[in-house]
C-alpha cells in the first residue's frame, strides 16, 4: 500500500516539491519494505 502511495506522489507531485529528482526515486521505492516509506518520510518537502 505504501508503494502506491509513493508513486501516487510521484506522479502528482511537482519536482519542487520533491526531494531530489523523481527519477531517482523510483527506483528507491522499488525496494520492499524500505524503499517507499523513505520516499514518504524523507522524499517529500
Known amino acids: 500500500m505504501a508503494k ?3 508513486w501516487h ?3 502528482h507531485l511537482p ?3 520533491i526531494r ?3 527519477g531517482w ?3 528507491i521505492t522499488l525496494i ?3 524503499g ?3 520516499f514518504l518520510l524523507f ?3
Do not use: D, M, Q
Open 4 to 6: 502506491l502511495a509513493a
Open 15 to 17: 519536482a519542487e516539491k
Open 43 to 45: 522524499g517529500r518537502k
Open 20 to 22: 531530489g529528482k523523481k
Open 32 to 34: 520492499n519494505g524500505v
Open 9 to 11: 506522489y510521484l506522479y
Open 25 to 27: 526515486w523510483l527506483p
Open 36 to 38: 517507499s516509506p523513505a
